[in-house]
């Protein structure tokens, strides 16, 4: 048995999870969900599944099909801080009905993995379960594995007890194997069989494509984001504007009331005026209720949104300048839309 790939399902409280699964599937874990519906009680995993036969001995002719009863069982009961998950062993087959309930209030995870019961097996042996299901009457032990116990007299050619860990011989009349682990042995240095490359071919270029196309939208994002926020944009006058952040509230249009904070700094750094702080600064945008450079440059922004505005000194103070403003004066205003009605 060889292990393909990972699986796992969510079984839900109240919904039975009726599964045919598109190959072998070993369920080796079970476990709470990291959400619990009650802190205190116990769930329980029940499996419902086709009850399968077991031939009987020196009955193969008279064999009949069995009935196809579903057979219902109890894999785990789970209880928070107690027993929050469990190991198990089963394999589902390919194609056979299953159907997963809960008993009790909790989400509950299966993990396992898909396997291939039929690598590594010598003829004969595609069943997947192996020549250990049949009777001993069905085989000839000599040709059986050297690490089965048997009586040496059985064997042809056997110099002592301890020889036939070293080698069997052959019977000639016989064509069958030495041994069915040198058959195995054989099988595995010829390779695996070409189904099981198929899938982790295909499985490695699926992980491929998921890491390309992550990658490819990571590079888009960035893109994007670069291209909304980076661009400096001058406007009539010389004004400058460049958004640091592009905010997702409305537009700002002449004639609302804008609430803004910013911090107004000349050209070397030092900073003149700041609402950082308490109450907003609001005004009426193209109302000349501020200077030219905050009613040209402001509009357009959106709620939340950021700016840096650098103000010509025509559209800011002049030739006059404004206490700890110079004349002839270019600023720069850091600005954040706070509200806009």
């Given amino acids: 048995m060889a292990a393909l790939a990972l699986w796992s399902q969510e079984l839900t409280p109240g919904k039975p999870f009726n599964f045919s699964p598109a190959g072998d599937i070993k369920i080796t874990n079970v476990a709470l969900g990291d959400t619990l519906a009650d802190e205190n009680g116990r769930t329980t995993v029940k499996l419902t599944y086709p009850k399968i036969s077991p031939p009987e001995e020196d009955e ?182 460049k958004d640091s952040k592009v905010g997702t509230g409305p537009m700002a249009k002449k004639g609302q009331t804008i609430s803004m904070r910013y911090i107004g700094k000349l050209q070397n750094g030092k900073v003149f005026d700041q609402n950082i702080k308490g109450k907003p600064f609001k005004f009426r945008l193209g109302a000349g209720e501020v200077i030219r450079g905050w009613d040209e440059g402001i509009v357009g922004m959106q709620a939340g949104g950021e700016r840096v505005l650098t103000v010509p000194a025509p559209m800011g103070y002049g030739k006059r300048g404004s206490g700890p403003i110079p004349p002839n004066a270019t600023l720069i205003f850091e600005v954040k839309c706070i509200e806009i009605k």
């Fill in 60 to 241: 193969d002719e008279d064999m009949e099909d069995d009935d196809g009863t579903p057979t219902t069982t109890f894999l785990c009961s789970l209880t928070p801080s107690k027993i929050e998950q469990a190991t198990v062993d089963v394999v589902l087959i390919e194609d056979s009905p299953y159907v997963f309930e809960l008993v009790g209030k909790n989400t509950v995870y299966l993990t396992g993995y898909y396997v291939d019961q039929n690598a590594n097996q010598p003829p004969g042996d595609e069943d997947g379960f192996g020549s250990d299901m049949g009777s001993e009457d069905d085989h000839d032990l000599r040709f059986v594995s050297s690490d089965v116990e048997i009586d040496p007299e059985d064997l042809d050619d056997v110099e002592s007890d301890a020889s036939r860990f070293e080698e069997v011989v052959e019977d000639e009349k016989s064509e069958k194997p030495q041994s069915k682990k040198r058959v195995r042995d054989a099988a595995s240095e010829e390779g695996k069989p070409a189904s099981k490359a198929e899938k982790k071919n295909k499985k490695q270029k699926l992980e491929e494509k998921s890491a390309e196309e992550k990658s490819e939208k990571k590079e888009k994002e960035k893109g994007d984001k670069k291209e909304k926020g980076g661009a400096e944009k001058q406007l009539a006058g010389g004004l400058k504007i």
